[in-house]
């Protein structure tokens, strides 16, 4: 199967920045999309941003010109860069990636999930 990884969460003040990280490892094949989400307490995971293999990216609205993804395809490592910080943006984040691996036999599919990590912004 294939784990994801996330780092880079924290506590920041409001207005400042943080830069998220998600490494796949496992027998990969192959990874299409990869996207980061967040769930607030008492809320719905949200979709924030999805990146493609080939870099096309799209947002929700509330990540639209403050968070930008991107990602590095010979690392299997997905970014979030987060500027401009709000309270309602603390949340605990995950990654989200799906596309094919191996195992020993096949290729097979896989959608994974990471463990998220916590951001946290203070007012």
């Known amino acids: 199967q294939v784990q994801l990884v996330e780092s880079g969460g924290g506590l920041v003040q409001a207005g400042g920045s943080l830069r998220l990280s998600c490494a796949a490892s496992g027998r990969i094949f192959r990874i299409n999309t990869m996207g980061w989400y967040r769930q607030a307490p008492g809320k719905q995971r949200e979709l924030l941003a999805v990146i493609t293999s080939g870099g096309d990216t799209s947002y929700a609205d509330s990540a639209k010109g403050r968070f930008t993804i991107s990602r590095d395809n010979g690392k299997n490592t997905v970014y979030l860069q987060m500027n401009s910080l709000k309270p309602e943006d603390t949340a605990v984040y995950y990654c989200?990636?799906?596309?094919?691996?191996?195992?020993?036999?096949?290729?097979?599919?896989?959608?994974?999930w990471g463990q998220g990590t916590q951001v946290t912004v203070s007012s």
């Open positions: 989200n990636a799906d596309g094919q691996y191996s195992d020993g036999i096949s290729f097979k599919s896989f959608t994974s």
